[in-house]
């Protein structure tokens, strides 16, 4: 008889577990449930313009600062002749993403250090660019002198 007492015993404390498994599990799902249904509502722009997704909160999480390029960069990384940098800077986690105008094509770069480089790049790419442009005149020259070294015999 102690031996069927025994066995029952492990038969209810396996089914208790099982039965406070599954109730957890639900009581997860449940929880889960009403948490997407409080936040299904019609998102609203705040006055910043920034889409928030709970009428009864500003904003859900924290939004990125918006600070000005001229606070940030030295002036010479700012503007050049052959690129800009926009006022607005987004300070978002760790970095500052910032966004460069350019000659060649518009550039967001991300943090002070690529800000830089990136600045350097588009100097040195025009360098480059106006170096090409001063060897094809040489050559056009050069050519044009030759030519009229043919013509006149000297």
């Given at each position: 008889?102690?031996?069927?007492?025994?066995?029952?015993?492990?038969?209810?404390?396996?089914?208790?577990?099982?039965?406070?498994?599954?109730?957890?599990?639900?009581?997860?799902?449940?929880?889960?449930?009403?948490?997407?249904?409080?936040?299904i509502e019609t998102p609203r722009?705040?006055?910043?313009?920034?889409?928030?997704?709970?009428?009864?909160?500003?904003?859900?999480y924290e939004q990125p600062d918006?600070?000005?390029?001229?606070?940030?960069?030295?002036?010479?990384?700012?503007?050049?002749?052959?690129?800009?940098?926009?006022?607005?800077?987004?300070?978002?986690?760790?970095?500052?993403?910032?966004?460069?105008?350019?000659?060649?094509?518009?550039?967001?770069?991300?943090?002070?250090?690529?800000?830089?480089?990136?600045?350097?790049?588009?100097?040195?790419?025009?360098?480059?660019?106006?170096?090409?442009?001063?060897?094809?005149?040489?050559?056009?020259?050069?050519?044009?002198?030759?030519?009229?070294?043919?013509?006149?015999?000297?």
């Amino acid at each position: 008889m102690s031996i069927l007492l025994k066995i029952q015993e492990k038969d209810n404390k396996g089914f208790i577990f099982t039965l406070f498994f599954i109730a957890l599990i639900a009581g997860s799902v449940l929880f889960s449930l009403i948490s997407y249904a409080n936040n299904i509502e019609t998102p609203r722009t705040t006055t910043k313009g920034l889409s928030s997704h709970r009428i009864g909160s500003e904003f859900p999480y924290e939004q990125p600062d918006m600070l000005s390029a001229e606070e940030i960069l030295l002036s010479e990384l700012l503007k050049s002749k052959h690129h800009k940098v926009s006022k607005q800077v987004v300070a978002y986690g760790f970095l500052y993403h910032f966004t460069i105008i350019s000659d060649f094509g518009d550039f967001v770069v991300n943090g002070e250090d690529l800000s830089r480089i990136r600045a350097k790049e588009i100097l040195a790419t025009a360098a480059l660019k106006e170096t090409k442009k001063q060897r094809h005149l040489a050559r056009r020259l050069s050519r044009r002198n030759a030519a009229r070294t043919k013509v006149y015999g000297t």
